[in-house]
């Protein structure tokens, strides 16, 4: 029953996905997001993964759409405040590592990633729970300072959206 609920979020995962790809909702386009989800979650577990792929990679999903509306938010918010920058060619850039507390795995993957997304912002390495990022705006050389700023309240979230019992 547990290994059904996991594929059944797998397929909620790949409706929301399959919705932006096809830039639409419908009964039909959300039906096939779902079953593809699904599949792809029986067929990655089946044949793709050495170990059980529902153990590996387990989420929250009300905290993984709430981390997906606070990411897009913090994307139009960092867009807004860099565009000043570009235009007067006024950056501080520097390199910053900062350590996260996610845990190691999709959800570290996730937030390094999130944090390419956001202007201003680049992933460039990323060992463990350690990330280096190129920052635009380098105001502060305290790697804790630092992700504060740059991760903002989307590490908490996705802590308690990568559920790991």
């Not at 059980?52 to 981390?67: H, S």
């Not at 897009?72 to 900062?98: E, M, W």
């Not at 993957?109 to 390495?125: C, E, M, Y």
Request: charge should be positive; include cysteine.
């Amino acid at each position: 029953m547990k290994k059904l609920l996991y594929y059944i979020e797998f397929g909620i995962l790949g409706m929301i996905v399959w919705c932006i790809l096809y830039e639409g909702i419908s009964w039909i386009i959300m039906g096939s997001g779902l079953l593809l989800g699904i599949l792809a979650a029986v067929f990655a577990n089946s044949f793709l993964v050495t170990h059980q792929l529902t153990q590996a990679y387990r989420f929250n999903i009300p905290m993984f759409l709430i981390f997906l509306s606070v990411l897009i938010y913090r994307i139009f918010k960092a867009g807004l405040q860099v565009i000043p920058t570009i235009i007067t060619g006024k950056t501080k850039t520097g390199i910053i590592d900062i350590k996260t507390e996610v845990p190691e795995g999709l959800a570290s993957t996730t937030l390094a990633n999130s944090i390419t997304l956001t202007p201003g912002t680049v992933t460039i390495d990323k060992r463990g729970q350690d990330i280096k990022v190129l920052w635009l705006h380098k105001s502060t050389d305290d790697p804790i300072k630092a992700a504060e700023i740059i991760n903002g309240p989307m590490e908490n979230i996705l802590r308690k959206a990568a559920r790991h019992d």
